[in-house]
């Protein structure tokens, strides 16, 4: 298989989501979940991901969708299509899986996934976080990982604008 095809075989759509999960399952594999935009990839997604994969076996990432991103972050967002973020967070080694979401937040996502261990930013209080109450209910773990501090999308575009 080339390298190409090993990174889209990374991105799951809800057919092929269960049997995978199954599998890890049956491996007894620890999966760590997180989910963000991830529009532009740098220096502080790479530190926070690579630190929430080594939480567990297995990392896999829910990416918000184009609209949904637009949602969020206004009408000039996403500075990359959902199809590219895929592309790029799935050529990350530790990178296991990832899966575009459409809702405002992933919280159905983490229900079917279930997770072992529940990652977002230290930004967040682990009670505030979406899916806090299923990863919990179940006994898994809610982690928050600081930022890294001058690494952010906002800023790389803020610094883009000033030229």
């Not at 999966?31 to 567990?56: M, P, Q, W």
């Not at 990432?61 to 996403?78: A, E, F, M, Q, W």
Request: hydrophobic letters at 35%; proline letters at 2%; a neutral charge.
């Amino acid at each position: 298989m080339n390298s190409i095809a090993k990174i889209k075989q990374k991105i799951q759509s809800q057919e092929s989501l269960d049997a995978l999960l199954s599998r890890w399952k049956n491996q007894n594999k620890k999966i760590v979940f997180t989910n963000g935009c991830f529009d532009i990839l740098h220096r502080g997604h790479i530190e926070y991901l690579s630190k929430a994969a080594d939480l567990g076996d297995v990392l896999f990432i829910g990416v918000n969708t184009d609209s949904s991103v637009r949602k969020l972050k206004g009408n000039n967002r996403p500075l990359q299509d959902e199809n590219s973020r895929l592309l790029i967070l799935g050529a990350l080694e530790f990178v296991d899986a990832l899966i575009l979401f459409d809702e405002d937040t992933p919280y159905d996502l983490i229900k079917m996934v279930q997770p072992h261990i529940l990652v977002k930013g230290s930004d967040y209080k682990p009670e505030d976080i979406v899916g806090y109450d299923i990863v919990k209910a179940r006994g898994g773990e809610i982690k928050t990982i600081d930022f890294l501090q001058g690494y952010s999308t906002s800023d790389i575009e803020q610094r883009i604008k000033q030229g």
